[in-house]
């Protein structure tokens, strides 16, 4: 820092970074000069308390009629976008953008991270909400850096985003396709351990409650009309002494695999599991193949109770895994 006035002509900013009153000079990487007050960037962030505490450079003697050299002057390495975002979330006077893009969200939240602002991160980060479903991939990198608490008491906003995410990435199997925004580059990899973990452990969740836990409730003939009217061989067993037909067997385990991979109940309405289960019922149980209109509306009215009780099914047991930062305590690498 230094008060000497700038020798390299530079623009001002726009409102209220243009009040040359304030006492202090934050100048972008591309020359744009920010008029800021030193006291209350001070009071916010103890890296400027630290860099406006150092013991200045003798003045100057005055070059111009304005008062440029009894300002505090800064060189900051942010251009002036990212200066004017950041110090809107910093500066009560400043209007802050309604609508703000995922890169420019986490430009904010690296340099409250590296001007030590948590509160301006905690501020911006539920902003990211509206970007779950979109990008869950970039929210989840952005709030995994905030979460990794063991401490349940401490979790921040980091946690029940990235949560959120997590869940949401549920949909896709892994591995993901990377994000193309620049920010995702200097994500570290390691965040995306845990993530890994919870949707293997949410697979394996799905696989359980279907194959295990509620399969008589999947292969109960008194339920479902395409198991009751079925006289096709019953040679799978299904527990209490009740057997289905083979063909059943066959859209269970496929069922099963297809979930374990996208273990969300939203899997079975982007697969369209309506339309392959009737195919299924109509096709490959032989003796209801021919099955006529009446009964057909009926098994169709059934199949729609089924899909959904399975989805009640898949999001219970996907409610019980725990996305677990404990094991690794990732931060986004300060420029
Ligand atoms: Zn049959």
Same mark, same amino acid.
């Given at each position: 820092m230094s008060t000497e006035k700038p020798a390299e002509p530079s623009l001002t900013a726009d409102t209220?970074?243009?009040?040359?009153?304030a006492d202090t000079i934050l100048r972008s990487s591309d020359k744009v000069d920010f008029y800021v007050h030193g006291a209350m960037l001070s009071l916010a962030s103890p890296v400027f308390h630290d860099l406006f505490d150092l013991p200045e450079a003798p003045t100057p003697r005055p070059t111009s009629p304005t008062s440029y050299t009894m300002k505090r002057f800064v060189e900051m390495a942010e251009d002036?976008?990212?200066?004017?975002?950041?110090?809107?979330?910093?500066?009560?006077?400043?209007?802050?953008?309604?609508?703000?893009?995922?890169?420019?969200?986490?430009? =904010?939240? *690296? !340099?409250a991270d590296k001007f030590q602002m948590d509160s301006v991160a905690s501020r911006i980060g539920p902003h990211l909400y509206r970007?779950?479903?979109?990008?869950?991939?970039?929210?989840?990198?952005?709030?995994?850096?905030?979460?990794?608490?063991?401490?349940?008491?401490?979790?921040?906003?980091?946690?029940?985003?990235?949560?959120?995410?997590?869940?949401?990435?549920?949909?896709?199997?892994?591995?993901?396709?990377?994000?193309?925004?620049?920010?995702?580059?200097?994500?570290?990899?390691?965040i995306l351990e845990p993530l890994y973990h919870y949707h293997k452990m949410c697979g394996a969740a799905v696989r359980q409650t279907i194959d295990e836990e509620n399969k008589e409730w999947i292969c109960d003939p008194s339920r479902w009309p395409w198991l009751h009217q079925c006289t096709c061989p019953k040679t799978w067993y299904v527990g209490s002494s009740k057997y289905a037909p083979a063909w059943w067997k066959?859209? =269970?385990? *496929? !069922?099963?695999?297809?979930?374990?991979?996208?273990?969300?109940?939203?899997?079975?309405?982007?697969?369209?599991?309506k339309d392959v289960l009737m195919s299924i019922i109509t096709g490959q149980c032989q003796c209801t193949a021919g099955a006529n209109a009446v009964k057909l509306a009926e098994v169709l009215r059934k199949v729609e109770e089924f899909i959904s009780g399975l989805m009640d099914i898949i999001e219970k047991a996907v409610d019980k895994v725990v996305l677990d930062f404990t094991k690794t305590k990732p931060s986004l690498p300060i420029a």
């Open positions: 209220p970074f243009d009040d040359h009153n002036r976008h990212s200066l004017d975002l950041f110090l809107r979330w910093c500066d009560t006077r400043a209007s802050i953008p309604v609508e703000m893009s995922i890169p420019d969200i986490a430009m =904010v939240i *690296r !340099l970007f779950v479903e979109s990008e869950p991939l970039s929210v989840y990198a952005i709030a995994a850096c905030h979460a990794s608490l063991t401490d349940e008491a401490k979790a921040t906003w980091g946690n029940a985003l990235a949560k959120h995410a997590a869940k949401q990435l549920l949909i896709l199997p892994m591995p993901f396709q990377p994000p193309v925004h620049e920010f995702f580059r200097d994500v570290p990899a390691i066959g859209y =269970v385990t *496929r !069922l099963c695999e297809l979930l374990e991979n996208q273990p969300s109940a939203s899997t079975i309405l982007k697969l369209d599991l």
